[in-house]
């Protein structure tokens, strides 16, 4: 009598990302650009919205460019635009508009505002142009619950409507949600995420190899 070999399931055979446990923050460009200089670069992606037309508007639930955005905006008729109102590195930011010929280039406090990548990713970065020259001004968060807050990190030299916040974890998250301090709007200048690595899930390697001996036994036996 033959003793069959036990069915593994699916999610024994499945690839897993670890589970975030840690992140580290970044304040500015220059310390953010250093890690993702040593990540795969084809693993890295940006987005300056340089390439849309100017006055472009995204709907939320949009998804241009493999960033799908969420937003609910305090004000009825705002929508998030490609703007210049507030980006001298541009040409161009990402901010809000009202009404025909009205750009107002800021994420506005209480505007509800997330952004969700097309595949798990492990580092992320921003650069806003704001008013607000008190560091803090934007505030991001994963949606594995880790918290990066923006520091002040200038434009240019003679530009100091600046802030940098990134954040780099230890696993892998999927969207960011971003708030801004009450009393100032912040033009989003340029962002900055590298895809995280999926590693296979312990001992996947060897119950994969299980699973495939056992279903070729069985077609042998047939």
């Given at each position: 009598?033959?003793?069959?070999?036990?069915?593994?399931?699916?999610?024994?055979?499945?690839?897993?990302?670890?589970?975030?446990?840690?992140?580290?923050?970044?304040?500015?460009?220059?310390?953010?650009?250093?890690?993702?200089?040593?990540?795969?670069?084809?693993?890295?992606?940006?987005?300056?919205?340089?390439?849309?037309?100017?006055?472009?508007?995204?709907?939320?639930?949009?998804?241009?460019?493999?960033?799908?955005?969420?937003?609910?905006?305090?004000?009825?008729?705002?929508?998030?635009?490609?703007?210049?109102?507030?980006a001298p590195t541009a040409?161009?930011?990402?901010?809000?508009?009202?009404?025909?010929?009205?750009?107002?280039?800021?994420?506005?406090?209480?505007?509800?505002?997330?952004?969700?990548f097309s595949s798990p990713?492990?580092?992320?970065?921003?650069?806003?142009?704001?008013?607000?020259?008190?560091?803090?001004?934007?505030?991001?968060?994963t949606n594995t619950g880790?918290?990066?807050?923006?520091?002040?990190?200038?434009?240019?030299?003679?530009?100091?409507?600046?802030?940098?916040?990134?954040?780099?974890?230890?696993?892998?998250?999927?969207?960011?949600?971003?708030?801004?301090?009450?009393?100032?709007?912040?033009?989003?200048?340029?962002?900055?995420?590298?895809?995280?690595?999926?590693?296979?899930?312990?001992?996947?390697?060897?119950?994969?190899?299980?699973?495939?001996?056992?279903?070729?036994?069985?077609?042998?036996?047939?």
């Amino acid at each position: 009598m033959r003793t069959a070999l036990p069915v593994l399931g699916l999610s024994a055979l499945a690839l897993a990302s670890s589970i975030a446990s840690g992140a580290t923050t970044f304040t500015t460009r220059a310390a953010f650009e250093t890690v993702v200089a040593g990540a795969d670069p084809g693993m890295v992606h940006a987005d300056t919205w340089d390439s849309l037309p100017l006055g472009f508007i995204i709907n939320s639930g949009d998804t241009i460019d493999g960033l799908t955005y969420f937003y609910t905006p305090v004000f009825d008729g705002f929508s998030l635009a490609v703007t210049d109102a507030l980006a001298p590195t541009a040409p161009h930011a990402l901010g809000t508009y009202y009404a025909t010929g009205d750009y107002f280039s800021g994420i506005g406090p209480g505007d509800a505002f997330t952004i969700v990548f097309s595949s798990p990713v492990d580092t992320f970065g921003l650069w806003v142009n704001t008013a607000d020259l008190v560091p803090g001004a934007v505030t991001i968060t994963t949606n594995t619950g880790e918290v990066a807050v923006s520091g002040s990190d200038p434009i240019t030299q003679d530009n100091p409507y600046g802030q940098f916040v990134g954040i780099a974890t230890t696993g892998a998250f999927t969207s960011v949600t971003f708030s801004v301090r009450d009393g100032f709007g912040a033009a989003f200048d340029g962002m900055t995420w590298v895809e995280a690595v999926v590693t296979p899930a312990p001992g996947s390697g060897v119950l994969s190899m299980l699973a495939f001996a056992t279903m070729a036994g069985g077609r042998r036996r047939r």
